[in-house]
């Protein structure tokens, strides 16, 4: 079973929030590509990996609608952690 935290944090000028998985992680080349519409992570020679590479590029759309941010820390092993900023006034 995943282990999924999340966690949010108010500042003076917006929301922070923070998702940590404790999954397989990702590389730093993966980690680049991650939000481009269609990346998926090859997994090598085994085809069990669904979708089609669109979520993550929707949320950074998203997120950019509204003058945030998104970034993502991972090490292989040892999971991720996505930060989305989100500010009061995106004008």
């Known amino acids: 079973a995943p282990?999924?935290?999340?966690r949010t944090d108010n500042i003076s000028s917006g929301i922070i929030l923070k998702i940590s998985d404790s999954g397989i992680g990702m590389s730093k080349e993966a980690?680049?590509?991650?939000f481009d519409k269609f990346y998926r992570v090859s997994t090598g020679n085994v085809h069990d990996v669904k979708g089609f590479g669109l979520a993550l590029s929707y949320v950074k759309t998203i997120i950019d609608m509204h003058a945030g941010?998104?970034?993502v820390k991972s090490e292989i092993g040892k999971g991720s952690t996505f930060k989305i900023y989100l500010p009061f006034n995106h004008g």
């Open 69 to 71: 941010t998104i970034s």
């Open 31 to 34: 980690i680049e590509k991650i």
């Open 3 to 6: 282990n999924i935290n999340l």
